[in-house]
Each structure stands twice: as structure tokens, then as C-alpha cells.
């Protein structure tokens, strides 16, 4: 139960679960990026206590870094279930997620405790349970606050405990559980400690996608809308409606690019009844008008709100 679990521990799966498969193939990537991070995993996973004390030793650990909506946390959690079906012959897999947020920063001290209770104690003992651990934490600066530019207005003496913390946490939990592979995602990698950079084995850089990556990710949609509504076929099928997409949605990230795709269905009343009925036309108006939101000046506080059609 969620009420038993350790402080800043937000959920613990076991893996492989057929109900975590989606995810690693949902991210539209380049197919060597994805190599990199399974094979950097499974070397950890795998032979982490074997590399132990050598020179070569990996710190197990690896950063998605990139501008929102880029696909880092769906990346990560899909490299936990890729990892976990690679190792499944020797094991099954403990994902960890971690919330960072759930650490207090009110009393001086206190954000410290926490976090060196947290990989010291809780990590150990979760990781203790299978022979295979990762540890996914999203938006990973709210942990390891970049010392060098941390505010001495607000509390700075916890912040920079904290982020000690979590270095040393870190190297102990490398010590005890060297099989143990930490995952994180960070939308501002400048606000990260550079010594927390430092000491990872992979740093992946997600961008926004291109010409050339954005009519995937449209055809990657439509082929889930065509799964429920098999008259859609035909337009998860049509490369030109595909890069004509591509064009109009240029410059947006990948999650807006797929909520466009699925927005396109309540623009008419008649589609969000039956989306079988979905045109490309449609798709080009739901594409013109998440272009237009792009380059919109942003809502103020208590402005109105309106529709832009």
C-alpha cells in the first residue's frame, strides 16, 4: 500500500509486467539511442557488482535531459520494462519511483535527514528485494539543486545539504547495491549540481522533434486511433496527410504533436460522437490551430479565456 512506503517513495513495481509494456516503443527516437540506454542498463543491472571497486566501475547512473513534453519519463519507464524483459532469465526487476518533492525544506536540517535516509536506508532495502533495481526520479534538479546558483534568500544552508546528500547518498547506495541503476530526468539540466552530473555513466540530450520525426509520431497516433476505430486506416496509412502534419506542427513537442492528433476528434461534434469519421481536414484545422497557440501571447493571471479558432 502506498501509505506503507518510505518516504519520498511514490510507487514500487515488479517487472516485467505485460501491463508496463507500451511505453519503450510509444517514444519516437532514434532506434541508437534507445541501444545506448538498454545497453548501458543492463551492464549495470547485470554486472554492476562484478565492476565493483575497478577502475571502471559505473556509478549507475543516467540522465534524460531535455525541454518538456520530449518523452524523458515515458523513455525512462520504458527502459525499466525493456531492461527488466532483457534480464528476465537471471531475475525480475524492482522499479523505484521517487518523488522529489516530498522532501521538506522548512526546517534547517530536515530536507537532508530525509533524502540520506532515503538512499542510505529505504533504496538498500528496497533493492535488497530482487536481484535487479532502478530507480526512476523525475524533475531530478528539485534534488540536486545546482549549488553554485542556489539562492541565499531562500534557506540556502538546506539546500546545499540536501544536494550533499544526495552525492554521498548516492556513493553509499553504489557501495551497498551496485547492481542498482538510478534514472533520471531533468527539464532544466543547468539547475543540476555539476557534481551530480559528473558522476553519470550516460547523459541522453531528448530535443524537440524534427521534420523528419514529427509525421512518425502523427502516424505512431493515429495507428492507436486506428486500433479502436478501424475506418482510420486509411489516414494512419497516408504518408502525405502524415507530412503535411509535419509541417504545420513544427516547433512543438512530442506530446503536444499526440494530443493535437486526438484534439483533432472534438472539433466537430460529429467526430467526438463517432471518431471514425475523422478527416484529414480536420487534422490539418486541429494542426493550425495548435500552431497558432505556439506563437500566442501566454494567458495572464485572470485574463479571459477563450476558444482560438
Excluded: C
Excluded at 547518498?169 to 541503476?181: E, I, K, S, Y
Excluded at 492528433?261 to 475523422?278: C, E, F, I, K, Q
Excluded at 486541429?286 to 479571459?304: H, I, R, S, Y
Amino acid at each position: 500500500m502506498t501509505s506503507a512506503l518510505p518516504q519520498g517513495v511514490a510507487a514500487v513495481h515488479a517487472l516485467p509486467a505485460d501491463h508496463h509494456d507500451g511505453p519503450w516503443d510509444a517514444v519516437v527516437t532514434d532506434p541508437a539511442v534507445k541501444e545506448r540506454l538498454l545497453a548501458t542498463a543492463v551492464l549495470v543491472l547485470r554486472h554492476g557488482r562484478r565492476l565493483a571497486g575497478s577502475a571502471v566501475a559505473p556509478h549507475g547512473l543516467i540522465v534524460l535531459a531535455g525541454p518538456p513534453g520530449t518523452g524523458k519519463t515515458t523513455l525512462a519507464q520504458g527502459l525499466a520494462q525493456a531492461a527488466a524483459r532483457a534480464l528476465a532469465p537471471h531475475g525480475a526487476t524492482t522499479l523505484v519511483e521517487v518523488d522529489p518533492h516530498a522532501f521538506p525544506s522548512e526546517m534547517l536540517g530536515e530536507s537532508q535527514r530525509a533524502v540520506s535516509r532515503l538512499f542510505r536506508e529505504s533504496l538498500p532495502e528496497l533493492a535488497a528485494r530482487r536481484p535487479h533495481t532502478l530507480v526512476l526520479v523525475d524533475e531530478v534538479e528539485a534534488l540536486a539543486v545546482r549549488r553554485q546558483a542556489a539562492s541565499f534568500d531562500t534557506n540556502p544552508v538546506d539546500v546545499h545539504r540536501a544536494t550533499d546528500a544526495v552525492l554521498s547518498g548516492l556513493d553509499v547506495l553504489r557501495a551497498q547495491r551496485p547492481g542498482t541503476l538510478l534514472v533520471v530526468t531533468t527539464n532544466f539540466a543547468e539547475a543540476v549540481d555539476d557534481a551530480f552530473l559528473s558522476r553519470a555513466d550516460l547523459i541522453v540530450r531528448t530535443e524537440l522533434p524534427d521534420k523528419e520525426v514529427i509525421p512518425l509520431i502523427v502516424a505512431d497516433s493515429l495507428r492507436e486511433l486506428a486500433a479502436q476505430w478501424p475506418e482510420l486506416a486509411a489516414l494512419a496509412a497516408d504518408d502525405a496527410v502524415h507530412g503535411r502534419m509535419g509541417e504545420l506542427l513544427r516547433g512543438l513537442d512530442g506530446r503536444r504533436i499526440r494530443k493535437t492528433v486526438h484534439g483533432a476528434l472534438a472539433l466537430r461534434l460529429a467526430t467526438a460522437r463517432d471518431p471514425s469519421l475523422l478527416t484529414a481536414a480536420d487534422l490539418y484545422a486541429a494542426a493550425e490551430e495548435a500552431a497558432a497557440e505556439l506563437t500566442a501571447p501566454a494567458l495572464t493571471a485572470g485574463g479571459p479565456a477563450r476558444a482560438a479558432r
